[in-house]
């Protein structure tokens, strides 16, 4: 590969503030949220034009799966906050705590429900920038250098929050990571939700068990490009509310979302795959026979990529034993949700293949085998007290002393990211992220010497349940 030599120049420093977050997606904004509403100066960062990420502008959800426990919430403080922001909107329905499951929703009002939030709370939004690098002096981040339409320029800052969800600032400050699965090195696939109208939803519902059968064959024959037998989410998985559209989640693209040759081939062949599976459900799917495609997602939807080393990895034994830590300063409650790395196609049982050459070194078939089989859907759903910790240590990461992670580029295994990265559970750490933040700015002290009790007196103070 031939290079060149890019001339050294002078960037404008054009913010100096206590507190950049970089990402504007579920782990961070309610971490701006949080650090302003303690005091901070915050800039938040974020390469879109929208705040939200997966979960408005990715069409990602449904929201705080299986969050609910008979008749409490397991998450509080903003986590709620936006699900009544969202109602005020009507972005829910109004009686959304009855969908113990998940809550259904309207992505296009998270944008508008995130903007509001980060406006008052007096932090700064910058949108369409890039952090694309990092002034250091050793393991302390000076700076971040971002692009955007006004140039290349620098903003200061004395702390720092990585919710890229890619771990890119962790990554260019020299912290160590981790990806993929262990044996290979391989990530869950990525893919995204598209979303149908025309739907007779009652006729769907009707046939719904005699046409997964079929679409179970279908996609075994290679009919049909799709992993999973969903015909249209006909249950309460969904993000919409009107009875005639459905989202379905059945995409899939193998590939590494750090590279960019990956990421254009994921985001090509899912949409080529969306308008094949909506034709196929048009010509053979009882009441999808009038349906037509309504919209696909900004960009493709990622699952995982780097995981930062922290002060501990969260693992998925974690998840699966309901671990609570003494650190603790956030709550997950998602299964271990793990897709095949490979991108194969699975029918009906939406877990891998067994008749799939590399299941031996396959996390799905070793380290949480039994466990995850019985766990996949419904962790520990009916049982009010389930859940696991998610401590402080995770967001710190090793070889820094101003930087905090948030989101699914937190210190964890490949099994226990694959409960932790959902929406609910990252807005929760966002805000404990944001918190810590704020006490560090106070302070004048490192993420790592943060006073973890008063934190949790900080968050509980904020009706966060820990």
């Known amino acids: 590969m031939s290079t060149i030599i890019e001339a050294a120049r002078e960037l404008p420093v054009i913010d100096e503030v206590d507190v950049v977050v970089a990402g504007g997606g579920p782990g961070g904004f309610p971490a701006a949220v949080a650090a302003a509403r303690r005091g901070a100066r915050v800039l938040l960062i974020e390469r879109y034009g929208i705040l939200g990420g997966l979960a408005s502008g990715g069409m990602m959800g449904p929201l705080f799966g299986y969050a609910f426990r008979k008749t409490n919430l397991i998450l509080g403080g903003i986590p709620v906050e936006i699900l009544e922001r969202l109602k005020a909107l009507g972005g829910v329905r109004p009686d959304y705590i009855k969908q113990k499951g998940a809550v259904q929703f309207f992505p296009e009002m998270v944008k508008h429900v995130a903007d509001h939030m980060v406006v008052e709370s007096g932090a700064k939004l910058l949108l369409h920038a890039w952090v694309v690098d990092v ?149 053979f799917v009882p009441g999808y026979e009038n349906c037509y495609l309504m919209e696909t997602p900004f960009a493709v939807g990622v699952r995982e990529t780097r995981q930062i080393i922290g002060d501990y990895v969260l693992t998925g034994d974690d998840v699966l034993s309901s671990r609570r830590f003494d650190d603790t300063v956030a709550r997950g409650c998602w299964f271990l949700d793990i897709h095949c790395p490979l991108g194969r196609y699975n029918g009906h049982s939406n877990l891998c293949d067994k008749k799939c050459s590399i299941k031996p070194d396959c996390i799905m078939k070793t380290k949480y085998s039994d466990q995850l089989f019985d766990n996949m859907f419904g962790f520990k759903v009916n049982d009010e007290n389930m859940w696991y910790d998610i401590p402080y240590r995770c967001f710190v990461p090793n070889k820094s002393s101003n930087l905090l992670v948030s989101g699914r580029c937190l210190s964890a295994d490949s099994g226990g990211m694959s409960s932790v990265r959902v929406i609910a559970t990252c807005f929760a750490m966002g805000e404990a992220v944001g918190a810590a933040a704020a006490q560090c700015v106070k302070k004048g002290i490192a993420p790592r010497k943060v006073d973890v009790k008063a934190l949790q007196d900080d968050l509980r103070s904020a009706n966060v349940p820990l």
């Not at 519902?205 to 015909?231: N, Q």
């Open 135 to 283: 002034v250091r002096q050793g393991d302390h981040i000076d700076a971040v250098i971002i692009e955007s339409k006004s140039g290349r320029q620098a903003v200061r800052a004395k702390y720092f929050i990585d919710a890229t969800g890619d771990g890119d600032l962790a990554y260019r400050l020299g912290c160590d990571y981790s990806k993929g699965r262990p044996a290979d090195g391989k990530t869950q696939p990525m893919g995204t939700k598209f979303r149908i109208g025309g739907v007779d939803m009652a006729k769907a519902k009707e046939h719904d068990k005699a046409s997964r059968e079929f679409i179970a064959k279908a996609i075994d024959e290679g009919r049909i490009p799709s992993y999973h037998t969903f015909a249209g989410e006909v249950s309460d998985q969904g993000i919409t509310l009107r009875p005639d559209e459905s989202t379905p989640t059945v995409t899939r693209c193998a590939g590494d979302a750090t590279n960019v040759h990956d990421l254009t081939r994921a985001e090509v062949k899912i949409r080529r795959d969306t308008l094949a599976i909506v034709d196929f459900y048009r010509q």
